[in-house]
């Protein structure tokens, strides 16, 4: 390797032609044909030869001597047949050397120029040899179809590139564009993006469209899928991000209604207990439509007889049916402002299964004897026939709570049980609901005391129906998913006499609950045991605890203690899921409501200070938000103050505030 040698590299896929001007320390200093002057170590070259070139010509003169040797070197590839060379010695299954596949190229005579073209030749065709510098190897018939089909595949995907990307400049600009069917693929491209950003199988793809759009803000993305209507501009992107289910198939809708179909005449239930002569009462949400619980309760005199009756949904879905597997799959219903995604399709959940006004259905009832003074005496879970006579809302309940004598009982009974409970060391919560509800499309909200007389009642009734529940399956020996939780971290009131602050701050100190096989002790509610059963058609864990007690009823095969732990792995991630999507929708939908509230002034709790400000708790929405820290305030933690709604935006979950 000398000055003035004539050598090859590659820059950017592309063989570049230039002249050795210095050798120094393993380092060659070239000039390109380019007029460029670049330094390489020796290994970086393509191709070497012997051709010199005098230096003494001048700079320009090189460059264009290189450019005519380049030129020379390109012309004579179009005289090699790669294809056909490889049909000749593809079963050859070796190396073949520069010099060999030169004189296979040009078998009348070779030069320098002849070796560069072969190799710019293999270089530029790289379906039918592998290339290695100087020498190439003859892919098999395989693989040989393969590479056909990846650059078939890379140049479909440079087309999407080139034509999502002048689509996507043009769209923009447009007011009212529409989506052609070729460009549905490029659209599901940038949706996953969108949706999924680096873990996206087409972020790759997706990121070139955008650069070549010249689109840097993955944002405009949303905006777009706005424009061409794939997506509402409130489109709920956790339900496409966490790929919820939103429909059923044609298949589980067709078995749900082969299973109403069944059962429109009426059923002889054998062996039930007769319980529909008992006024029995639901009470829910004014827009509630699945009613899987409903309570009872006797004055016998000397003693009470409450009855909390569940719909023995396991009576109509069996396990591993197509509807069960959908149903697991899902995990729970998804209750949102503006929608709700059931677990189980409205023909069962709202009819069939459902406990409805004045219509028979199959129930697993716990039936408690109370004293006079709400003592548990005993306690018995059967299987049952109930009907519903009074389906009310938890308004009629306040409403209705001073005069009914059934309602007066069944408070005092809850009343008494929460005592108990505190006495135990129950951690009592009593925060405000949120509830937020879309009429029309306008954002609704209002603020609820869960302390009302009918979520207190309800809320006690049905933990005291789950506790029993527990103790029950743990007498029989029967395998379950028991709830627990630890001690919280801190204790920061006794009983229910914490203020709004302490209540708040005290959520935030609980620990996380733990889904076990193994009973253990449930501090927060202050019992021993723990399972939930009350909401079969809602919620697949309570389904599982029904069917554990079908089993000690006799009804059907229990689940076995490994298949309860399994179903606890396998509901994990669909339950996060669902969490998420609720907590997110709530607050999405409270954000956009408070987008009207701008420069209005709130009451605001001050809960902790950070190092550039403190976060505060809008009492009237019970949100959190962050509020600068300005020179010469000074706040503590409990401290009531006012501030002025500055800044809201529910897509960009984003609220600020500033004191008044």
Known sequence: ???????????????????????????????????????????????????????????????????????????????????????????????????????????????????????????????????????????????????????????????????????????????????????????????????????????????????????????????????????????????????????????????ATDLLDRHKDPVDFKDRLDLTDLSAITIDGQSTLDFDDAITIEDKGDHYRLGVHIADVGHFIKKEDIIDKEAVNRGSSIYMPDRKIPMLPSCLAENLCSLIAGEVRPAISIIIKLSKSAEIMNYEIVSSLVKVKRQLTYYDVNTIANKDHEVLILHDIAKKFREKRLKQGAIQISLPDINVWLDNGKVNVTKMNRESPGRMLVSEIMIMANWLTAEYLLKHDMPAIFRSQAEPRERLYRKEKGTLFQNWMQRKFLSRFILSPEAENHSGLGLSAYVTATSPIRKYFDLITQRQLRGILGLEEPYTKEETASLIQRLEQPMSYVTKIQRSRHRYWLLKYLEKKIREEQEAIVLSRRKENYQVLLTEYMIECDLPISSGMNLKPHDLIHVTIQYVNARKNVISVFVS
């Open 1 to 255: 390797m000398e000055t003035g040698n004539i050598v090859e590299y590659i820059d950017h896929e592309k063989i570049m032609c230039g002249v050795i001007l210095e050798v120094k320390k393993q380092k060659l200093r070239i000039l390109t044909e380019n007029n460029r002057e670049i330094k390489l170590s020796p290994g970086r070259l393509s191709h070497k030869c012997n051709t010199h070139l005098n230096l003494s010509m001048g700079k320009y003169k090189l460059v264009e001597a290189l450019k005519e040797i380049a030129g020379k070197r390109n012309a004579l590839i179009n005289h090699i047949d790669i294809k056909e060379l490889w049909e000749i010695l593809n079963t050859e299954k070796k190396w073949i050397d520069l010099a060999a596949m030169t004189e296979f190229c040009f078998p009348d005579g070779t030069t320098y120029d002849h070796e560069s073209a072969v190799v710019r030749a293999f270089f530029k065709n790289r379906s039918y040899f592998k290339f290695n510098r100087d020498r190439f190897f003859p892919y098999s018939e395989e693989q040989v179809e393969q590479i056909a089909c990846q650059q078939k595949e890379a140049a479909r995907k440079n087309s999407i590139i080139d034509e999502g990307s002048a689509w996507l400049k043009k769209m923009l600009d447009i007011e009212n564009p529409y989506l052609p069917d070729d460009k549905i693929e490029c659209v599901d491209i940038l949706k996953s993006c969108y949706l999924f950003q680096k873990q996206s199988p087409h972020y790759s793809i997706g990121k070139e469209i955008l650069k070549k759009a010249g689109i840097d803000n993955i944002e405009i993305v949303f905006q777009m899928l706005v424009k061409i209507g794939v997506w509402d501009k409130n489109e709920n992107i956790e339900l496409h991000r966490y790929e919820v289910p939103t429909v059923f198939s044609g298949e589980v809708m067709k078995n």
